[in-house]
């Protein structure tokens, strides 16, 4: 099997999928920064710039996303996301097992008696 195929057929972390996502949401503004604030106004989670960096540097090993390194202004060059052919299949896959998985689980019952 090769590793494309095997990464496309295990399901994304739940963290993976949030952070894949958010790069989608922020478009062609999806930067570090970016992908954090946009995690956290969303999940309403606080994180940490590194661990969003971290997932997304392993993305980019499994060849999930990509980046590239666009000139700012005041110094440096800032690193954008975008998610490849590869992730959006990684993506819709863990999806469809997601939707699967839920199927026919019914909470009303639980979350009354809690």
Known sequence: MKHREAVES??????EEQVMLAVLRTDRQAYGMAI???????????????????????LESKGLVTSTRTPREESGSRRLFAVTPAGAQALAHTRAMRD?????????SLLRDA
């Open 10 to 15: 295990v399901p994304l972390g739940t963290f």
């Open 36 to 58: 954090r604030r946009e995690l956290e106004q969303v999940t309403g989670r606080r994180l940490t710039i590194g661990s969003v960096y971290v997932t997304l540097d392993r």
């Open 100 to 108: 699967r998985l839920w199927r026919g689980i019914e909470l009303r």
